[in-house]
């Protein structure tokens, strides 16, 4: 784990799992779409604020936990679903939740993963979020909601901003997808990075064959049955505000609708019986001229501020700018590459790393900032 101990920021443990990674898997979760620009963008929009700080002014007792859906958090943080992250570590998701339960924060499990949410409750417990894509045919997603609530998921994020694959032609020149499409170049690749061939890929391969969708209905994962449940099992281009009433009415737990940047938007989800929204533009994944979350947040703030949780994810990289989105009015940040970077570089133990290097830089942030706990940070201390 001495790799481990040389990161002191994102930026070096994204390094880590470049090295452990192959190409393919490491754009896989690294890049974008098309040229870029909303990743890009992101980050520029977290820049472009800057914090007026407050001082002289006695920040020894500092206090960083808060509450999300009227429970504790130890910071104002959760860890965003990511698809396919158990091909990152053997069984990454364990790992995910586990780093997550023991930081105090929720750990948001992708409808795509390679560990099962029940075994994750199972085995792991702490508080387990669920990220929903709606497929086209109803009664199967229906089927998942049920499943995840009865294993006891506390907040379904429901994903509407993915209503058509979005454009990656690096996964395609990487033959990166679903069937895996084996090339000399990714084959090459992989016998290079051989951490990740043994740790990892050889571990699937040696209990059950090749990693699979656990979430899924069986039939995907039989190859019998697979060719004809694989379509049905495609995004929804259908999910508009009435699915949203629907999925009230299914999921007893905490209802969070995800990918939402505009106001009306956010009002809309809140009338038809959401609790809260995730901002978010898919980390800059999907809607290459999107606009920067941050720049999104205020004016959500304004419409439903106080009124539903909001989190904000696209871009978080350090705690400063954790700061910044609670100062504009998200109750909590989540993060997508910054904690799956680690735990492709290091796992359970990899992920403990990331969030406590998140935990310290929000700590150092909030003492020079002149704020002593989360209701402190206040808009008035951005400028831009
Ligand atoms: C590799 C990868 C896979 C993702 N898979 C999903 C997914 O299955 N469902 C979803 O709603 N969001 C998914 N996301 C988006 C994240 O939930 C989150 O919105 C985004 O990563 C936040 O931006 P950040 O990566 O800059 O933190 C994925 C993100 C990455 C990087």
Redesign the pocket.
């Known amino acids: 784990m001495a790799a481990l101990d040389d990161c002191y920021n994102i930026a070096d443990i994204r390094r880590a799992a470049k090295r452990r990674l192959p190409k393919s898997l490491f754009e896989?979760?690294?890049r974008a779409t098309e040229d870029e620009l909303a990743?890009r963008n992101?980050r520029e929009g977290f820049e472009r604020w800057r914090i007026l700080p407050r001082a002289p002014l006695d920040v020894s007792k500092r206090e960083l936990g808060t509450t999300l859906f009227g429970k504790p958090v130890s910071m104002p943080m959760a860890i965003?679903?990511?698809?396919?992250?158990g091909l990152m570590w053997y069984e990454a998701e364990l790992c995910l939740a586990r780093a997550a339960k023991a930081a105090g924060i929720p750990y948001?499990m992708?409808?795509?993963s390679m560990v099962a949410f029940e075994r994750v409750a199972k085995e792991v417990g702490g508080r387990l979020w669920f990220?929903l894509?709606v497929w086209p045919e109803r009664s199967i997603t229906y089927d998942l909601v049920r499943r995840v609530a009865a294993a006891g998921a506390e907040v379904l994020?429901v994903?509407v901003?993915?209503p058509v694959p979005p454009n990656r032609e690096y996964n395609t020149r990487n033959g990166f997808g679903l069937p895996f499409r084996p090339t000399l170049a990714n084959m090459t690749d992989m016998t290079l990075h051989p951490r990740w061939l043994v740790g990892t890929l050889l571990k699937y391969l040696l209990e059950d064959g090749m990693p699979k969708m656990r979430n899924h209905p069986a039939e995907f994962n039989n190859a019998r049955t697979r060719p004809t449940i694989a379509p049905r099992l495609t995004l929804s281009d259908t999910v508009d505000l009435a699915e949203i009433k629907r999925l009230r009415d299914i999921f007893p737990g905490k209802l969070l609708v995800?990918?939402i940047m505009h106001p009306a938007d956010a009002v809309a989800c809140m009338d038809a019986g959401a609790d809260g929204v995730?901002v978010?533009?898919?980390?800059?994944?999907n809607l290459d001229a999107a606009m920067a979350t941050i720049d999104a947040l205020p004016g959500i703030a304004a419409a439903i501020g106080g009124r539903g949780t909001i989190i904000l994810?696209?871009?978080?990289?350090r705690g400063l700018d954790i700061l910044k989105a609670v100062a504009l009015g998200a109750n909590a940040v989540?993060?997508?590459?910054?904690t799956?970077w680690a735990a492709g570089a290091g796992g359970e133990p990899g992920v403990a790393r990331a969030l406590a290097l998140f935990r310290h830089e929000l700590d150092t942030a909030m003492a020079n900032s002149g704020a002593r706990t989360i209701e402190e940070i206040t808009a008035d201390l951005l400028v831009r």
Request: aromatic share 4%; hydrophobic share 25%; charged share 15%.
């Open positions: 896989f979760i690294d990743v992101n965003a679903p990511t698809g396919a992250a948001t992708a409808t795509g990220q894509y994020q994903t901003d993915t995800k990918g995730v978010s533009n898919h980390g800059g994944r994810d696209s871009g978080v990289r989540q993060t997508g590459r910054a799956l």
